[in-house]
């Protein structure tokens, strides 16, 4: 099985110290992650040694460890890291590491994700679409999608979006009809009009706004009287 798994066993990096106290533990538990197959590559840098490559890195605490595109800080178990590699390549492992950065109010690198990584809107929708999603992460999407306004990008994914907004629940159906008027796609219409009869009354109201930015001559229809 280790065979026919290794091509696309992520590689890792590891960024150690030499008078860290949990950069050998760390080290092993990756050490024995290779000789199992299920990384590829093993590098090592050792920061006194090559303070250029931690500040290329911004890395500023040891040890931290890189598994595919998860960058992961301070000391993992064995069987945590084991259970980030077997999330490399899916969305929904991006979705968690997506979630534990904006969680901890790391937007900028879950931005510069979504920048790199083709798969991350993708993981994004996820977390979107699942209503446990906890607040921080639900801004920090928030932070993101406002960031890629009328981008070609948030374009791509109006019809993802567009099914969202038959969520059950009306926070989801709020926050995706907000983020197709954001993307300044005309096909976003299409989505946001029947939300205009919405059982939410913040639902109606965050259509007709999204309508008024993508049709600006766009008459406000019946559903606009909804809120008393």
């Known amino acids: 099985m280790t065979n026919n798994t290794r091509h696309i066993a992520p590689d890792a ?5 030499k008078h860290c106290p949990y950069c050998p533990t760390v080290l092993r538990s990756l050490q024995r992650l290779e000789a199992d197959g299920v990384i590829g590559t093993l590098e090592t840098i050792v920061i006194e040694d090559q303070p250029e490559r931690a500040a290329e890195l911004g890395v500023r605490s040891v040890p931290w460890v890189r598994i595919g595109p998860f960058e992961l800080p301070g000391l993992r178990s064995e069987q945590e890291l084991r259970s980030w590699v077997e999330k490399a390549g899916t969305d929904a492992g991006l979705a968690s590491y997506l979630d534990e950065l904006l969680s901890t109010g790391k937007v900028d690198k879950g931005m510069e994700l979504v920048r790199d990584n083709a798969g991350a809107l993708n993981a994004l929708l996820l977390l979107l679409a699942d209503p446990d999603t906890q607040l921080n992460t639900r801004i920090g999407i928030s932070v993101i999608m406002e960031a890629l306004e009328d981008s070609q990008p948030l374009q791509d994914i109006v019809d993802q979006l567009g099914k969202l907004t038959h969520h059950a629940e009306a926070h989801v159906r709020g926050d995706a009809c907000h983020y197709l008027a954001l993307s300044g796609s005309r096909k976003a219409a299409a989505w ?17 706004d999204g ?8 008459n406000e229809g019946p559903a606009s009287t909804g809120e008393t």
């Open 13 to 17: 990096l590891l960024l150690m110290g």
């Open 192 to 208: 946001i009009r029947p939300l205009l009869e919405d059982t939410d009354a913040n639902v109606r109201e965050i259509a007709q």
């Open 211 to 218: 309508l008024q930015r993508l049709e600006p001559d766009h």
